[in-house]
């Protein structure tokens, strides 16, 4: 799947998170928490959907945040946990690693089949949708931390200029309207526009 499939499914999972616990989201920290696995595609020692997209370093890495954070750390934990355990479950994942390399996955299918596109796509227009209504689109502008939009923003432009480690990870055509929409969002969000509050820790 690629970062628009993600960014629904991470704002989807962390949304409702946020819900249950009855607490705000942070929309930057959000869609960044559900593309950070993807950045094993700027390190070419590691295999990609393998040691940071394991179940086990997602556990490592955000038991200090939830410890320190408390509830408050629950929406991005679940962001991030989304990227496998959901959109990377198309094509498998090594869910695993390091206890095992095998690849887990509900679906043996290319990242850029017209299925997949066209299921991302839907998820897209969703999420929109959702992030309009209950007045999340205009937090990416606000709320602060908007430099870690960096991540996303490469997450998106890496696949449309072909950039990855084979024709598999350039962006299918189904995709580029909303890959352009998401890259002027987080371009305007992080040149523009004021922040707000910090994220605090939970007492």
Request: proline share 7%; charged share 15%.
């Amino acid at each position: 799947m690629f970062a628009i499939g993600h960014f629904a499914i991470g704002y989807l999972t962390g949304k409702a998170s946020a819900k249950a616990f009855k607490i705000p989201v942070n929309m930057p920290l959000i869609l960044t928490a559900s593309v950070i696995p993807d950045f094993d595609l700027l390190l070419r020692f590691l295999e990609h959907r393998g040691p940071t997209h394991s179940l086990i370093t997602m556990a490592a890495l955000l038991t200090p945040f939830l410890i320190y954070y408390g509830k408050a750390a629950v929406p991005y934990s679940a962001a991030l946990a989304s990227h496998s355990l959901m959109g990377d479950l198309i094509g498998g994942t090594q869910l695993l690693w390091p206890l095992s390399t095998q690849q887990y996955g509900a679906l043996d299918i290319d990242v850029a089949s017209p299925f997949t596109s066209t299921l991302e796509l839907a998820l897209f227009f969703i999420s929109i949708a959702i992030m309009f209504k209950a007045g999340d689109l205009r937090k990416i502008f606000t709320d602060n931390y908007r430099t870690t939009l960096l991540l996303p923003f490469g997450a998106v432009l890496g696949p449309m200029l072909a950039v990855g480690r084979g024709p598999e990870y350039a962006l299918p055509l189904l995709l580029v309207i909303p890959s352009l929409f998401y890259l002027a969002l987080f371009a305007y969000s992080m040149i523009v526009r004021k922040p707000k509050k910090r994220l605090a820790p939970h007492r």
